[in-house]
C-alpha cells in the first residue's frame, strides 16, 4: 500500500494503532519488571537501564497512547451506530 501511494483503508489503520499501543506498554512493563528483578545493578551505568526512557518517548510519539485508544474507542463506536 505504501510503496503505491494508496490510502490505507481504516482497518489496517486501526490494527497499526492498537499494535503500537499494545507492545510500546509491553516493552514498558516488562522492562520495568526487568528492572526491579535486576535490583540496584539496573541503577548502574554499565547495565544498560539507562536506554529505556526511549520507550517513555515512543508512547508519546504519535500522541498519548490513552489518546489513541480514546480515538479508537470512539471510531468504533461510530462504527457500531452505523
Known sequence: ILRTGAIPDSEI????AVAKVKSVQTAITLTDKLA????SYAL???S???ATH????CQFAEGDSR???QKLAR???KNFKN
Not at 489503520?13 to 497499526?16: G, N, Q, R
Not at 526491579?36 to 535490583?39: A, K, N, Q, T
Request: proline share 0%; hydrophobic share 55%.
Open 36 to 39: 526491579r528483578e535486576c535490583g
Open 67 to 69: 489518546i489513541l485508544m
Open 54 to 57: 526511549f520507550l517513555l518517548m
Open 44 to 46: 548502574m551505568h554499565e
Open 75 to 77: 471510531d468504533s463506536m
Open 48 to 50: 544498560g537501564f539507562g
Open 13 to 16: 489503520v486501526e490494527a497499526i
